[in-house]
């Protein structure tokens, strides 16, 4: 499936990277699980990178940098100021932070289990349910904590504000002398 979505793509000439990884993916797990001749081994590398982002959103918010406001400040053109200069929008990240690690954990508190007691099909299929409901409910989780928060600094509009007071200082310095 994941090679036919590679053809379909450059069929249509559309971007392939998604494709490719998923390939990468289906092969890293396709290896794993010969490796260890259990085809149930396959799910377990992203069962395994699921519980290390669970464990990263965590620590990060308890260190006091969310990682979803690692990811989402650059995209909101507020880089790190969040950190010291917008506390509200921090606790926000903190709260989508904490809402997106434990949801993972929730997810492999289910699967690891299953992993080790049900039978290869049925495991699949309650992997395959817990793909997306998790995913919608840590996403739409966040944009409720972020439409409260207050709206991010745009430290990039602030630097060119700065740089252009800077120049019509210099400009104004200039025509006076």
């Excluded at 379909?8 to 890293?28: E, N, Q, W, Y």
């Excluded at 699967?111 to 997306?132: E, R, S």
């Excluded at 840590?138 to 120049?167: G, R």
Aim: a positive charge; one cysteine or more.
């Amino acid at each position: 499936v994941s090679l036919v979505l590679v053809v379909v793509r450059l069929v249509m000439r559309d971007t392939i990277k998604h494709a490719f990884s998923g390939v990468f993916g289906v092969a890293f797990g396709v290896v794993f699980a010969m490796m260890t001749g259990n085809a149930k081994d396959f799910y377990l590398p992203g069962m395994l990178y699921t519980l290390g982002l669970a464990l990263a959103y965590i620590i990060t918010t308890l260190c006091g940098v969310p990682l979803i406001g690692l990811i989402l400040g650059p995209v909101f053109k507020e880089n790190l100021s969040w950190r010291t200069r917008n506390p509200g929008r921090k606790k926000a990240y903190a709260k989508a932070s904490w809402a997106w690690g434990l949801i993972l954990l929730a997810k492999c508190a289910i699967l690891f289990p299953l992993y080790w007691w049900a039978d290869t099909t049925q495991f699949g299929w309650v992997l395959i349910a817990l793909k997306i409901p998790p995913f919608l409910l840590a996403v739409w989780l966040t944009w409720v904590f972020l439409a409260k928060a207050p709206a991010p600094i745009d430290v990039f509009a602030e630097m060119e504000a700065a740089e252009k007071a800077e120049q019509e200082r210099k400009a104004a310095a200039g025509s006076a002398e």
